[in-house]
């Protein structure tokens, strides 16, 4: 005979491989869920049969024609063009913002002055408020300044509001140490040089975390930068370029262009792809960890 001990654990045994059985079961679902626009889009981006919506996902004939059509630079719509301007505005806003974003944690986490709560309680509710809000505003003043319609204004917006991204760095500031900043000030180091030469190489997860996500955003950015760029498809950004493929024009439907549409998309993700799953340990570092405990 078999003791309650032994059919309580056989029970609860049981119970657990049923209840992880469901789990995984829920999240093949999620993922298969998550995962089949992105199947449709690639899928769609080699179809050759035709460039309009159809209603089935597997192609009847593959082609490359779709992303040999994107390098064409004497077409109607010069996607390469809207790619070298999203690199440019995403990779100069990226620098900058990362300085910044770096700095300003630097300070709030390791200077000690009046208004510094108050700073940073203040950049925590204006951060609640979604950017749109002063998408109004902005539009005037780049206005008034002649930056409508010019990349600039779109890089200066973006750098703007780097300080207030600065919450995750800190709290990784926070995990440093400040017995090592005191031993470099005992050595006669400035607060410069322990910011650059001591408290960076220390931190490289949260760096990559930063130049990841100040990247990630420009690029991706459709709302800020289809009301600040206008209506010259010179300046535009990939976003705003696709989106004007799949909208009408002069009352006709731009069907036609769905499958380089597809392309056009499948061939933006691709650098960011790569880049996130080079750099992904750091990422997952710079969220959760920190550089030196204590």
């Not at 319609?149 to 750098?159: D, R, S």
């Not at 919450?167 to 400040?178: A, E, L, N, Q």
Request: hydrophobic share 50%; charged share 15%; aromatic share 16%.
């Amino acid at each position: 005979m078999t003791s309650i001990g032994e059919r309580k654990y056989k029970s609860q045994r049981r119970n657990r491989i049923i209840t992880n059985t469901i789990t995984y079961i829920i999240l093949i679902i999620i993922s298969l869920v998550w995962i089949f626009p992105f199947v449709y889009l690639v899928f769609q981006s080699f179809r050759g049969e035709s460039t309009n919506v159809v209603s089935y996902l597997v192609p009847h004939e593959w082609t490359f024609d779709n992303y040999i059509a994107l390098f064409d630079l004497t077409g109607r719509y010069p996607f390469m063009r809207w790619y070298l301007n999203t690199l440019m505005i995403a990779v100069i806003s990226c620098i900058f913002q990362t300085i910044l974003t770096l700095m300003v944690s630097y300070c709030l986490s390791r200077l000690r002055f009046r208004g510094r709560k108050g700073i940073m309680k203040m950049i925590l509710v204006i951060g609640m408020f979604p950017g749109f809000l002063s998408m109004i505003a902005i539009y005037f003043v780049l206005r008034e300044l002649g930056m409508v319609g010019n990349p600039v204004g779109l890089i200066l917006v973006y750098v703007a509001g780097s300080a207030m991204g600065y919450y995750v760095v800190k709290g990784f500031f926070d995990t440093i140490p400040k017995s090592l900043d005191e031993a470099a000030m005992i050595d006669g180091a400035t607060k410069n040089t322990i910011f650059w030469k001591i408290i960076l190489p220390l931190s490289k997860p949260i760096v990559i975390y930063t130049i990841l996500t100040t990247f990630v955003s420009p690029w991706g950015d459709f709302m800020m930068s289809s009301y600040l760029l206008g209506t010259n498809a010179n300046n535009w950004t990939v976003a705003i370029g696709l989106q004007n493929w799949l909208t009408a024009n002069n009352g006709q439907s731009l069907n036609e262009y769905f499958t380089r549409f597809c392309a056009g998309a499948v061939f933006t993700s691709i650098p960011i792809v790569i880049f996130f799953f080079i750099l992904q340990r750091y990422y997952v570092e710079g969220v959760t960890g920190g550089a030196v405990k204590g």
